[in-house]
C-alpha cells in the first residue's frame, strides 16, 4: 500500500481537478477552502484509483470521496455505491452529496433500515445513480431483488472502523463480492484496525493510503476536562455544566436506558433535550436532530451509535456523562465539537472506579485529560455523600501498595 501523508490544506480547491461545475457548485455552497484531507484525497480518486483514507472525524471526509465520486459519475455511464453504519450518517450523506450533485443531473436514493421499503422500491425504480445506506437494509435489498449493483463503478465503505465494530463485516463482504471487480474502491475511517486492514488487502487494488493524522488524534481546537465525581452527584454536576455553560451540548451516555433518563433530568432543570439511541424510531431521531440544528432543542442526549451520526456545526460542548465503552469512541464522541474551525470543550464524568478507562482513553489521544476541582454539589437525596476534593496531581498522597504505572509519573485515581 502506497503512502501519502498531508503537509496542510491547499489554499482552494483550485488546481485539484475538479470539473467548473463543480467548482461553481463548491463557492455557491461556501466551500472554498479545503481541508487536508480532501486536499490529498480529491487529486487521486479523481483519478480513480483506489484509496484508504485515515483521517480524524470533522474532517471533511464526505466531500474528500464525494467530489471525486459525482465527477467520475457525470462521466461515465457507471454508478456510485456509499455504505455507512448508521441511518443518520447515511441521511446526512446523501443530503451533502444531493446538494452538490444536482447540478450534474445526479439523483440519489438512500437505503436505511426503519424507513419504507416501498418508497425506497420507488426510488430505485427511477435509475438513480448514486445510492446511499447501511449495511443491513443494502442486503435487504438484494436478497429482495430491488437492488442490483453489476453496474457500479465506484464504491465506498465510509467510516469502515464503526462498521466492524458494529459487527457489519459479513454484510460489507456479501456486498464487495458482489460488486464487479472493475471498479474503484475508496474506505475511509478514523482508525486502522487489522480488520479495515483486511479488507484493504483483500478487496481493494494497490490502494494510496492517505493518513492525515495518526489514529487516536483529536480535534485540535477542543480542550477536554475531567471530572471525579460520585455516581449519585452526576445529575447534580451536569445541572451545573448547563447553568455555566449556555450553548448548544451534545450528552453521551452507554446505554439507551440512560439516555432517556439523563434526558427526562435535563427537562426538569428547565432545559429543552431531545434523545436519540437505537429505540426511537427515524422519524423520532431526525426530528431530534433537526431539532438540535435549529436550536428549539439545547441539548441532545445520544447513545454511541449516534457519535458518528451527527453532523452538527456548532456544538460548543459534549458531555461524556457516561465513559464509552470502548477508548476509541471517545475520538468519535468529542469530535463532534470543534467541527469547521471552530473552538469545542469536551467534558468527562469518571466515577473513581474508572481510572483504568480514563488510562485507556489516554493512551490512544496520548494526552493526560486535565482533572478538575469538583465544585460544590447538593448532597444525593438518598446517599449523604461530600463530593471528594482531589489534591493537585504532584501531591496525591501514596496509597498502599504501587500506585504509578510502568513509566508513568500520574497517580491512579483513590479506590
Do not use: C, W
Amino acid at each position: 500500500m502506497q503512502q501519502q501523508f498531508s503537509s496542510g490544506p491547499a489554499s482552494s480547491f483550485y488546481g485539484l481537478g475538479i470539473a467548473p461545475a463543480l467548482l461553481e457548485t463548491l463557492g455557491r455552497l461556501n466551500f472554498r477552502v479545503p481541508t487536508p484531507i480532501q486536499t490529498r484525497a480529491i487529486p487521486i480518486a479523481i483519478q480513480g484509483k483506489d484509496l484508504v483514507g485515515i483521517a480524524q472525524t470533522g474532517t471533511g471526509k464526505t466531500l474528500a470521496f464525494g467530489i471525486p465520486m459525482l465527477q467520475r459519475l457525470s462521466q461515465t455511464q457507471k454508478k456510485g455505491l456509499v455504505v455507512l453504519p448508521t441511518r443518520e450518517l447515511a441521511l446526512q450523506v446523501e443530503e451533502s452529496l444531493r446538494s452538490v450533485g444536482k447540478v450534474l443531473g445526479l439523483r440519489t436514493a438512500v437505503l436505511i433500515g426503519g424507513a419504507s421499503m416501498m418508497l425506497q422500491i420507488r426510488d430505485l425504480k427511477r435509475n438513480p445513480h448514486l445510492f446511499i445506506g447501511t449495511p443491513g437494509r443494502i442486503i435487504d435489498h438484494l436478497n429482495q431483488k430491488t437492488l442490483r449493483l453489476d453496474d457500479v463503478g465506484i464504491v465506498v465503505l465510509d467510516e469502515a472502523d464503526r462498521m466492524l465494530d458494529m459487527g457489519f463485516l459479513p454484510q460489507i463482504q456479501r456486498i464487495l463480492q458482489v460488486l464487479p471487480r472493475d471498479r474503484q474502491t475508496m474506505l475511509f475511517s478514523a482508525t486502522m484496525p487489522d480488520g479495515v486492514m483486511k479488507i484493504a488487502s483483500s478487496y481493494m487494488r494497490l490502494p494510496v493510503r492517505v493518513e492525515i493524522a495518526p489514529s487516536g488524534t483529536t480535534v485540535d481546537k477542543v480542550t477536554h476536562e475531567l471530572f471525579i465525581v460520585p455516581r449519585e452527584q452526576k445529575t447534580a454536576l451536569l445541572e451545573k455544566l448547563l447553568f455555566d455553560h449556555k450553548g448548544s451540548t451534545l450528552v453521551f451516555t452507554r446505554t439507551k436506558y440512560g439516555a432517556r433518563k439523563v434526558t427526562r433530568q435535563i427537562r426538569s432543570f428547565g432545559v429543552s433535550a431531545a434523545e436519540i439511541h437505537s429505540n426511537r424510531s427515524l422519524n423520532q431521531r431526525k426530528e431530534a436532530l433537526e431539532g438540535f440544528k435549529s436550536g428549539r432543542y439545547r441539548v441532545l442526549v445520544a447513545t454511541d451509535i449516534a457519535s458518528r451520526g451527527i453532523d452538527v456545526v456548532g456544538i460548543e460542548m459534549v458531555v461524556n456523562y457516561d465513559l464509552p465503552a470502548a477508548s476509541e469512541d471517545y475520538v468519535h464522541r468529542i469530535g463532534r465539537t470543534a467541527r469547521a474551525g471552530a473552538q469545542g470543550h469536551a467534558v468527562t464524568f469518571a466515577v473513581p472506579q474508572e481510572q483504568q478507562a480514563v488510562r485507556s482513553i489516554e493512551r490512544l489521544i496520548r494526552k493526560n485529560i486535565p482533572i478538575s476541582k469538583l465544585p460544590e454539589l447538593p448532597k444525593a437525596d438518598f446517599a449523604q455523600i461530600s463530593a471528594p476534593q482531589y489534591p493537585p496531581r504532584s501531591r496525591f498522597p501514596r496509597p498502599h501498595g504501587n500506585f504509578r504505572r510502568s513509566g508513568s509519573s500520574r497517580p491512579r485515581f483513590y479506590r
